[in-house]
């Protein structure tokens, strides 16, 4: 009789075991049914903050004949609690068609009015700027504001993102004519005038989550057979 009693104690706990998993995989599908039927708001990843601005200056292209000598771009904008204010790029090789590819974030405070007062009216500017060479250079000749372009950035009220060829004019007074242009590119993470967009759970943490669920799931099912067996047994 003990025998038989032993005997019928594993195969109990066997199937008790078997019926668990079973019930546990049939939750655990219904928990992944569940979650993918369930709408999620999600935006692209960003690498941009709330309360930060991307830059590129990408290059120029000047239209008047004649030498030109190395060059470098300017940013500048007087947002007040901006950082930085003014941003420089490295020398261009001398060429009609400068490239720096020069990118730069620039973080403001979003949430005041003096911000949003900005962005509706005022200016910012970039300056061409020939940096002296050869004699020049080495009499002390300093560097000479060949073209300046300014632009508003209402634009990114609306818009997240700017890209622009902004008209380049020769500052002094003599040469008011168009010079050419200087190619820009501003971003942020969303426009100025929006609400911040809701950040959903990213995708591989929700699928280990549902992983970790369900594998406890499965674990506490063997763990209540093997209980529901040793009864048996005894």
Known sequence: GGGGGGGDGPANAGVAATESASASGCASSQRKSQASSAPMLTIPEDDLADNEMELILHGAKLTRSGETSSLVAVFNWALPGAVPLVVRTHPAK?????????????????GKK????????????????????????????????????????????????????????????????????????????????????????????????????????ASAGVAAGAGAGAGVAV
């Open 94 to 110: 001398a060429s009609h068609s400068p490239e720096w590819g020069h990118r730069q974030l620039l973080s403001f405070e979003r």
């Open 114 to 217: 003096t911000s949003r007062a900005f962005f509706e009216r005022r200016r910012c500017s970039v300056e061409l700027l020939s940096m002296p060479s050869g004699l020049a250079k080495w009499f002390g000749s300093t560097e000479e504001v060949i073209g300046r372009a300014d632009f508003k950035l209402e634009t990114l009220l609306t818009q997240a993102h700017y890209v622009a060829d902004l008209p380049l004019r020769d500052p002094s007074p003599s040469e008011r004519g168009r010079m050419g242009f200087v190619k820009i590119q501003l971003r942020l993470r969303f426009p100025l005038a929006a609400a911040a967009p809701v950040q959903a759970v990213p995708k591989q943490i929700r699928a280990k989550g549902e992983a970790d669920s369900a594998g406890a799931g």
